[in-house]
C-alpha cells in the first residue's frame, strides 16, 4: 500500500517531530520522503516506509526488501539485524502512522467534513462528495479505507490543490471514532442512524450511539454536527461547543426537512423545507430507496453551510454515483439484479427489501430475495434474523433463498409469519458458492428482480458472478 504525498514531501525531521522518535543510522545530509508506504511490494523509489505489526505479520521482516525498492528511510519499533536503512525509532508504529498523518494534514488549510454511523455510512459520503466537488477540489476516503490504518492513509492524499477533504469513519469497538476525529479535527461531523451493527462489540444501541458520538471528540468548539432528527436515541445528546443541526424526514421539526417525496422507477423527487422556511423544490436523485433521501438531504445541508450555490447542489445530486456492491442495479438475461453486498444489518435489510418490492412493483416484475447471514449482532443475532424474516413475509416477497446459517432464522421468520416453505429455499453451506449459484439460477427466471444481500463476510457478491 503506497500513498503519495505533497510535491516537496516530507523531511525526516518533520517526521522525527511528528513522531517524537529516535534518528538511527540517519546521514549528515537531509532526507525527504515524497511517499509513505506500508507494504514492501508496492513502495516506490523515495517512499517512508512505516514498519506496521499486526497478529499474524510483521513489516520489520520486510524493511531490506523496502530499501531494495529505494525507500529512503523506515519508521520502525526496532531495527532489524544488518540494516543500513536511516530509521526513526518510535514505540508504536500504528500510532506514529495516526501522528505523520494528523500533523501532516495540519500543513493544509482544507474543510474537512467527516461521516460515521451504523448504515449508509458511505453512501452518504458518496453524496456529499458529489455535491462539494462542485465547488471545491476534494479529498476523499476510497473504498473501505475508514479504520485507523486507512484514514491516516487517506489523509496522506492531501496536497495544496485540495480545498476540503471528506472522510468516512467506521468502528467495531469504543474509542476507536474518538482516535480517527483526534486524527481528522473535522470542521463538520455526521452520524447518519444508529442501528444494530457492532451490538455484538458495544452491548445496547445506547452503547452504538456512544461510540458514533465520538466523533465530536477531535471537533474544535464551533464545528457542526449535522444528526438524524427521526432516530430517537440522537435527540438532545450533549455535544458541548458544538452546534447541532437536526435533518428529518418524519420529524417535521427538524432543522432541515425532507417532505412531499414521490418515488419513480428510476429516480426520486423531493422538497427541502430550509432553516429560514424558505423550500428548495423538486430536489432529483437518480436513485430509489427513502434511505436514499436522507443520504442526499445530508449532503444538501452540507453544501448549504459551506457556501454551494442550489444550482450546483442540484447539479451534484443528479452526479451522485453508488460505491461498488451499494444497491448497483444491473440487468442480466432479463433478469434485474440488485446487488447490495457490502454489508447488513437489520435496518439496511428492510431498506433493501423496500427497493427489490418497488423495483419489482414498478417493472411489474416478480420479487425475489438472496438474503445472507448478518453479523456483529452478539446476543441480538437469533432475533434480528427472525425478525428480517417477518418483514420478508410482510413484503409478500414471490421467493426467499437464504445463504448462511444464521441467515437459515430468515427463512424460520418468513414461515412464521405466514411465508410458504414451497417459496424458500434454504443454502447453509456458504464455502461452495458454485453450488449456491446452481441453486439460485434454477430458483430464478426472465422477469424476476433479485435482490442479493448479506454482510460483507459472507462475500453473497460470488454467487452473482456465477450465475
Do not use: W
Not at 526496532?78 to 501532516?104: F, H, Q, S, W
Amino acid at each position: 500500500m503506497y500513498f503519495s504525498l505533497n510535491e516537496s514531501g516530507i523531511t525526516a525531521d518533520m517526521l522525527l517531530d511528528f513522531t517524537k522518535g529516535t534518528p538511527v543510522n540517519m546521514p549528515q545530509t537531509p532526507i525527504t520522503a515524497y511517499g509513505i508506504s506500508i507494504d514492501s511490494r508496492t513502495a516506490k523509489k523515495g517512499d517512508a516506509f512505516l514498519a506496521l505489526r499486526g497478529e499474524n505479520f510483521d513489516g520489520h521482516k520486510f524493511i531490506a526488501a523496502a530499501e531494495k525498492a529505494g525507500c529512503v528511510l523506515a519508521i520502525a519499533e526496532y531495527v532489524p539485524e544488518g540494516c543500513t536503512l536511516p530509521c526513526i525509532l518510535v514505540d508504536n508504529t500504528k500510532d506514529a502512522l495516526g501522528y505523520i498523518a494528523r500533523d501532516y494534514k495540519r500543513m493544509f488549510r482544507t474543510i474537512s467534513v467527516a461521516v460515521t454511523g451504523s448504515v449508509g455510512k458511505t453512501t452518504t459520503k458518496q453524496f456529499i462528495y458529489a455535491v462539494l466537488d462542485t465547488k471545491y477540489k476534494t479529498n476523499v476516503t476510497k473504498g473501505n479505507f475508514n479504520n485507523e490504518i486507512g484514514l491516516p492513509l487517506t489523509l496522506f492524499g492531501l496536497n495544496a490543490s485540495h480545498e476540503a477533504q471528506l472522510l468516512e469513519m467506521g468502528m467495531n469497538h469504543k474509542g476507536e471514532i474518538a482516535y480517527l476525529s483526534r486524527l481528522a479535527e473535522p470542521n463538520i461531523a455526521v452520524i447518519t442512524n444508529i442501528g444494530s451493527a457492532h451490538l455484538e462489540n458495544l452491548g445496547s444501541r445506547e452503547g452504538i450511539r456512544d461510540a458514533k458520538m465520538e466523533i465530536t471528540e477531535g471537533m474544535s468548539r464551533g464545528g457542526i454536527l449535522i444528526l438524524n432528527a427521526d432516530e430517537p436515541l440522537l435527540a438532545d445528546v450533549k455535544a458541548e461547543g458544538i452546534s447541532k443541526i437536526y435533518i428529518g424526514i418524519e420529524n417535521e421539526n427538524s432543522l432541515y426537512h425532507a417532505k412531499n417525496i414521490r418515488i419513480f422507477d428510476d429516480h426520486m423527487l423531493f422538497d427541502i423545507r430550509l432553516h429560514d422556511g424558505t423550500v428548495m423544490a423538486d430536489v432529483r436523485v437518480n436513485v430509489i430507496g427513502r434511505h436514499n433521501i436522507y443520504n442526499a438531504l445530508t449532503a444538501s445541508v452540507c453544501g448549504i453551510l459551506l457556501g454551494i450555490p442550489e444550482k450546483k447542489i442540484r447539479a451534484g445530486l443528479l452526479n451522485f454515483t453508488p460505491a461498488d456492491m451499494r444497491q448497483s442495479i444491473t440487468e442480466k438475461d432479463g433478469i434485474t439484479i440488485i446487488e447490495d453486498c457490502y454489508n447488513a444489518s437489520p435496518e439496511s435489510m428492510r431498506a433493501g427489501l423496500d427497493v427489490l418490492c418497488h423495483t419489482a412493483k414498478t417493472k411489474n416484475l416478480r420479487p425475489v430475495a438472496v438474503l445472507g447471514d448478518m453479523r456483529e449482532l452478539g446476543e441480538a443475532s437469533a432475533a434480528a434474523h427472525y425478525g428480517v424474516g417477518e418483514r420478508v413475509a410482510k413484503a409478500d416477497i414471490a421467493h426467499l433463498i437464504t445463504f448462511g446459517k444464521d441467515a437459515a432464522l430468515i427463512a424460520k421468520g418468513a414461515i412464521t409469519s405466514g411465508m410458504s416453505k414451497e417459496h424458500i429455499t434454504v443454502i447453509e453451506d456458504t464455502e461452495d458458492a458454485e453450488k449456491a449459484a446452481q441453486t439460485v439460477k434454477n430458483m430464478i427466471k426472465t422477469g424476476d428482480a433479485v435482490l442479493f444481500k448479506a454482510s460483507r463476510a459472507v462475500a453473497i457478491e460470488r454467487i452473482i458472478r456465477l450465475i
